[in-house]
């Protein structure tokens, strides 16, 4: 270990400590309980089920199966949270540090991050619960292999100075993914083999030993590809450090600088609102889903003719943007009045932002219209309603809107909330209590057609009604800026 490797992980540790964070632990200890009680919960309950059914396979075969299945929502993961240093900084480059000890010392950072074991730990307590205790920690070794494949992969792709270091990197993880399939599946099918006759059960150890070679064989591949990966990423120049060569910088935006334009740079770069539409936009999602999937709905329950959370998988993203309106521009509010832009004209292209969010999580439903049964006219209603009568209502807050911190972490942060906003924020429970008393007193063609038409209504009348919140605006321009000030 060279000096300059031990100097690095001395300036590493430094940092760790400066940067920790007893509430993170506290949060860490609260889902990790939440997890394993709802876990403990189920196999409570199916564990009598499970002893007094006869299976077509053991369970011990699906261990390399489901250490593979968490790689596509570890990657997910990893791009919309994982922010980990990639480059040298200033003061490290005029140093006389290796690309070799700066490679070792991302692998080590990477391999100790916590998001790097989340889930690795949680589908082994899973297999230790269900299976067993020495299976559950080869899962774990398995996954982890998985899901640092992964993460080195992100380093390299964020450390790539161009499509021709991205494009191998895109090649490679199709065939690693490929093969991290077709591995399981073939032992699948050499137990098939194992026996002359399927209904006789495998000799003794068969099964047992299939799995912990399939699985040595795959750690084996994850194992080759994080060593091609490290040293791609030893390998890789981000800056043109080569003599007498000029150095090209781009800048990368989208089109002529707009307000419409605007909008959607600050969802693209801002953690904070990617992530909170993000979250909200998955989780209504597969709610939405889930509504229209099972039998025994909710829906059923509460005697209504429509998905009791299509108005929340359309609309809600949407509203979590805003309620904050201005807040956003409460960063350089200075800059922003000495432009040619008037607030009407800020707020109108907000709310057309807005409504082409509902529009886009319209279309991510289309799936549960043309095989889950969801009726095309209870989303194209929902659509219309949530533009113009859910939505729309929230422009006001633009009256009582704070600064918020547009690169601050979106979990568990209530910066740029206040009190008025928070009582404001009720409206909501209006157009819900319109929506859902419509579907449950009219049949559904009536439902439908009230419903579209009191969002169309309120999406004609909505340059009205900005008009007049931009007015109210304005008569508190001076106040509303100098409590932007302050903050």
């Keep these: 270990m060279s000096l300059a490797f031990q100097e690095l992980i001395r300036l590493w540790w430094t940092q760790k400590r400066r940067a920790f964070h007893w509430k993170d632990v506290f949060l860490g200890i609260y889902f990790a309980g939440l997890f394993i009680?709802?876990?403990c919960s189920v196999y409570f309950v199916l564990r009598d089920e499970l002893a007094s059914k006869k299976l077509p396979f053991d369970l011990i075969a699906l261990v390399p199966l489901m250490s593979v299945s968490i790689i596509p929502g570890d990657l997910l993961l990893k791009l919309f949270w994982r922010r980990s240093p990639v480059e040298m900084d200033d003061y490290l480059r005029s140093r006389p540090v290796s690309a070799r000890d700066w490679?070792?010392?991302?692998?080590?950072?990477?391999?100790?991050?916590?998001?790097?074991?989340?889930?690795?730990?949680?589908?082994?307590?899973?297999v230790a619960l269900f299976v067993g205790v020495g299976w559950g920690f080869l899962t774990l070794i398995l996954a982890f292999s998985c899901t640092l494949v992964n993460a080195m992969l992100q380093n390299c792709w964020r450390r790539a100075p161009g499509n021709e270091y991205t494009l191998p990197l895109a090649f490679g993880y199709l065939v690693w993914i490929a093969l991290l399939n077709v591995v399981p599946l073939f032992f699948f099918f050499a137990i098939g083999l194992a026996e002359d006759d399927p209904s006789q059960p495998l000799r003794p150890g068969v099964l047992e030993w299939g799995t912990i070679i399939t699985s040595l064989l795959l750690m084996l591949a994850n194992?080759?590809?994080?060593?091609?990966?490290h040293r791609y990423f030893a390998r890789m120049k981000n800056h043109n450090e080569e003599l007498h060569s000029p150095v090209a910088t781009t800048a990368r935006s989208l089109g002529d600088v707009s307000l419409w334009s605007i909008e959607w740079v600050q969802l693209l770069r801002s953690k904070r609102l990617r992530v909170s539409f993000i979250a909200m936009a998955i989780l209504f999602l597969l709610n939405?889903?889930?509504?229209?999937?099972?039998?025994?709905?909710?829906?059923?329950?509460?005697?209504?003719?429509?998905?009791?959370?299509?108005?929340?998988?359309?609309?809600?993203p949407s509203l979590i943007l805003a309620q904050w309106v201005l807040g956003i521009e409460a960063n350089f509010f200075s800059g922003v009045w000495t432009k040619p832009w008037p607030v009407e004209g800020i707020l109108r292209r907000k709310y057309l932002f807005f409504c082409a969010l509902c529009v886009l999580m319209a279309i991510l439903l289309i799936p549960a219209v043309l095989w889950m049964h969801l009726?095309?006219?209870?989303?194209?209603?929902?659509?219309?309603?949530?533009?113009?009568?859910?939505?729309?209502?929230?422009m006001a807050t633009c009256l009582y809107s704070s600064r918020m911190d547009l690169f601050a972490s979106a979990f568990f942060n209530y910066q740029g909330?206040?009190?008025?906003?928070?009582?404001?924020?009720?409206?909501?429970?209006?157009?819900?209590?319109?929506?859902?008393?419509?579907?449950?007193?009219?049949?559904?063609?009536?439902?439908?057609?009230?419903?579209?038409?009191?969002?169309l209504l309120g999406f004609a009348l909505h340059?009205?009604?900005?008009?007049?919140?931009?007015?109210?605006?304005?008569?508190?321009r001076y106040e509303i800026m100098e409590r932007w000030q302050g903050e």
């Excluded at 194992?223 to 990966?229: A, Q």
Aim: aromatic share 20%; proline share 5%.
């Design 288 to 316: 939405s889903y889930m509504q229209q999937m099972t039998s025994d709905t909710m829906q059923q329950d509460l005697g209504l003719s429509v998905n009791p959370m299509l108005l929340f998988g359309v609309g809600f």
């Design 375 to 394: 009726s095309p006219w209870a989303l194209i209603a929902t659509l219309f309603f949530a533009c113009g009568f859910f939505v729309l209502p929230f």
């Design 463 to 476: 340059g009205v009604y900005i008009h007049w919140i931009s007015n109210l605006w304005n008569k508190r």
């Design 417 to 455: 909330g206040n009190k008025q906003l928070n009582v404001f924020s009720f409206i909501m429970f209006v157009p819900m209590i319109i929506y859902y008393a419509v579907y449950y007193f009219l049949p559904p063609l009536w439902a439908h057609l009230l419903i579209a038409t009191l969002g």
């Design 223 to 229: 194992g080759s590809v994080c060593f091609v990966l």
């Design 103 to 126: 490679a070792s010392l991302v692998l080590l950072d990477t391999s100790v991050g916590f998001m790097q074991w989340m889930l690795p730990f949680c589908i082994s307590f899973v």
């Design 37 to 39: 009680f709802v876990v």
